[in-house]
C-alpha cells in the first residue's frame, strides 16, 4: 500500500534530526580541533558527511552552529515549568541542592569545560565565541537561579534581591573549582562529590539568607542593646 505523505512526514523529521546531530557533532570536533575562527564549514560538512547547502539549511552559518552547540547543553540548566514552590526551609534546601548538583554535574562536563577554554583561547581572534557562551550557556544558568530565587521569596523563605541571591549562591556552589578545571589542576568531581558541594553550599546560603536565619541573627544582635 502506497504511504501518504503524513505517513512519510515522522520518518523525514527524524531522519533530519539526525543529520542536524551529525552536523553539531563535527562542527564541536572541529573547533576544539582548529579553533572557532580557522575551523571551516566546509570541513565541517565534510565530517558530517553533508553538503555545504544542506549544512546551512539545517543549521546555518558557523556563528548559529557554535550557538546551537553551547544551546543544546544549557538548555539542560532550565527548571522545569511544573517545578514546585518550596514551602519551608527543608523544601527549600533540597531543592537548591537539587539545582545546585544539576548545574555543577553539567558545567563540569568535559565537553562543556571545553567550551570555555575555546572561548578563553579565542578572545583575541573570534569574541563571537565568549559572546554566544555567555549568552547561550551562562545567562542560562544565570537565569534558573534568579527563577529559583524568586519562587523561594514569593514563597517568604528569602529576603533580598534575586539576582543578587543567585550571584551569592553560585559563588558558594563554585569556589574555585571551575578555575582549577580551565587550567587543568582539579579533576572532575564524582557524582558523590557535586552531590556534597552542593548540599553544603545551600546549607551555607540559608544560613545566612533565609528568613528564619535573618530573624535569628537579628535577635542575637539585639540581646545585648
Known amino acids: 500500500m ?3 505523505p503524513a505517513a512519510r512526514e515522522p520518518r523525514r523529521a527524524s531522519d533530519a534530526n539526525d543529520v542536524r546531530e551529525r552536523v553539531l557533532d563535527a562542527a564541536f570536533a572541529a573547533f576544539m580541533k582548529h579553533g572557532f575562527a580557522t575551523a571551516s564549514t566546509l570541513e565541517i560538512a565534510t565530517a ?4 555545504k547547502r544542506e549544512l546551512y539549511a539545517l543549521v546555518g552559518n558557523k556563528e548559529q552552529i557554535l550557538f546551537e552547540c553551547i544551546s543544546s547543553r544549557a538548555r539542560r540548566m532550565q527548571l522545569p515549568a511544573d517545578l514546585p514552590l518550596p514551602r ?3 523544601a527549600l534546601l533540597g531543592a537548591l541542592t537539587a ?6 554535574r553539567e558545567l563540569t562536563d568535559p565537553a562543556v569545560v571545553a567550551v570555555f577554554r575555546l572561548a578563553i583561547a579565542e578572545a583575541v ?3 563571537e565565541v565568549a ?7 551562562r545567562e542560562t544558568v544565570r537565569r534558573a537561579l534568579r527563577q529559583f530565587m524568586t519562587h523561594a521569596r514569593e514563597s517568604r523563605l528569602l529576603d533580598g534581591n534575586p539576582a543578587e541571591l543567585a550571584e551569592q549562591f553560585g559563588g558558594l556552589l563554585w569556589g574555585n573549582l571551575l578555575v582549577g578545571l580551565l587550567l587543568g589542576v582539579m579533576e572532575r568531581p564524582s557524582p558523590n562529590q557535586i552531590a556534597k558541594r552542593a548540599c553544603e553550599a545551600s546549607t551555607a546560603f540559608l544560613q545566612m539568607y533565609s528568613r528564619t536565619s535573618q530573624g535569628e541573627a537579628t535577635g542575637r544582635r539585639r540581646g545585648p542593646v
Open 88 to 90: 519551608d526551609r527543608n
Open 131 to 137: 559572546r554566544i557562551l555567555d549568552t547561550a550557556g
Open 48 to 51: 558530517a558527511r553533508v553538503s
Open 99 to 104: 539545582l545546585g548538583t544539576q548545574i555543577v
Open 2 to 4: 502506497t504511504k501518504t
Open 125 to 127: 581572534r573570534a569574541p
